[in-house]
């Protein structure tokens, strides 16, 4: 039986919904890749009674626990107070943890607060995890049944400490077997579609299905156990992914990480060395946005054209495409028209179309797409459905 993990994200700004916890959903990613079975997420603020209480209910329940926040200068960071309270340790003043925090500033050429010397008093016993990105040291330590690591709140300070001082010491720790999680990317398809597509797909009572939707693409997400056959779950991920079609631009969890459907046009144009010029119209400006810094962008125009005769869109699109193209020496364009006037386009209750055309050479390669919703909803669906042109193309999919 795997271990099981629980998170605890420590913060009055977490309880309140004034940031969101990217922090536990992370952790809990990475846990259970790990092996961890992750049993709670569990968010307190800065009141020193409810993080004692709630430290002593994890010693008893959990084999381990991920903590985050609360290690901070100020007065309602209290998490090594309430670690110390919760078990009964001294808290002590921490020479080389005291030495790191001033060398952080004196590298900037600042001079360090006397605030920041509570950052240096770590629980008695506790084994001092170095912060090489920030100030608050991390540390872990074991409590009743439960073996606690404290990091920082900072998302990117908690992502390195995890993975540069965390996550060895769980695997030396526990007896851990690691699952296979495997993540089906797909864009311009919604999820109960999705789900339509796969349902004559048997799914094993031992494999975990499961859905993540964002505006950017749809997962399909399924977890394996760790002695799973690697050739069942190769058919398997095949036979899902052939019934859901070309709207897949990337699989997770084969091989290496693809990132979003961004990252994986970047590779595409960068192996093929290509380039590219956008005129964007619904979008205005999004697709020159998603594509900063990346040089096969050669020119993104935006123009706010009126709607245009239905008989009229492939050519005007055409004409656009190759006076841009003259114009840029670019070896792609594309061009996003639409059939609405201003006012649809920001109506959240009009629905409308959107007409994009790609010039690759001497070839035309078009797709029609409707879109709904408020202004800002439209203008980031038709940037992607844009961009999954030019993704379709490339990785030679049906359009």
């Excluded at 629980?123 to 990105?133: F, S, V």
């Excluded at 061009?335 to 179309?353: N, P, R």
């Amino acid at each position: 039986m795997n271990p099981t993990l629980e998170i605890f994200s420590q913060g009055e700004e977490v309880v309140t919904g004034q940031v969101v916890d990217s922090n536990a959903a992370w952790l809990a990613q990475e846990a259970v890749q790990l092996g961890f079975t992750v049993t709670r997420h569990t968010s307190v603020g800065d009141k020193l009674d409810d993080l004692v209480a709630l430290l002593r209910e994890i010693s008893s329940r959990a084999d381990c626990c991920l903590c985050t926040g609360g290690l901070g200068p100020t007065t309602d960071d209290l998490t090594a107070e309430a670690v110390a309270q919760a078990f009964g340790l001294s808290l002590e003043f921490d020479e080389t943890a005291f030495a790191r925090i001033k060398q952080f500033f004196d590298r900037r050429n600042r001079a360090m607060p006397d605030s920041n010397r509570k950052q240096a008093m770590l629980p008695h016993g506790a084994l001092r995890l170095d912060n090489e990105w920030g100030t608050a040291p991390g540390f872990a330590l074991q409590a009743g049944r439960c073996w606690f690591v404290f990091m920082p709140g900072v998302p990117s300070e908690m992502r390195n400490m995890y993975l540069e001082k965390v996550q060895a010491t769980l695997q030396q720790r526990f007896v851990l077997q690691p699952q296979t999680l495997i993540t089906i990317k797909t864009i311009g398809i919604g999820e109960s579609d999705l789900q339509q597509r796969i349902k004559s797909v048997v799914i094993p009572d031992n494999v975990q299905l499961g859905f993540r939707a964002s505006l950017a693409e749809v997962q399909t997400k399924l977890l394996f156990s760790h002695d799973y056959p690697s050739t069942a779950i190769d058919d398997l991920v095949k036979s899902i992914a052939g019934q859901i079609g070309d709207a897949v631009f990337a699989i997770d969890g084969l091989g290496a990480a693809s990132g979003d459907v961004i990252t994986v046009i970047d590779q595409l144009m960068t192996d093929g060395k290509h380039t590219l010029a956008v005129v964007e119209t619904v979008s205005q400006g999004m697709i020159a946005s998603y594509c900063t810094a990346l040089p096969w962008l050669l020119e993104a125009r935006y123009q706010q054209t009126s709607p245009i005769n239905n008989d009229d869109f492939w050519e005007v699109a055409k004409n656009i495409a190759m006076t841009t193209q003259a114009q840029s020496s670019a070896d792609f364009v594309l061009v996003q028209l639409h059939d609405a006037d201003l006012s649809a386009i920001q109506d959240k209750d009009s629905a409308i179309v959107l007409y994009n055309v790609l010039l690759t050479g001497h070839q035309f390669h078009q797709t029609t797409h409707t879109v709904a919703g408020p202004g800002k909803r439209k203008q980031h669906q038709a940037a992607l459905l844009a961009l999954d042109l030019l993704r379709r193309f490339l990785q030679h999919k049906d359009l």
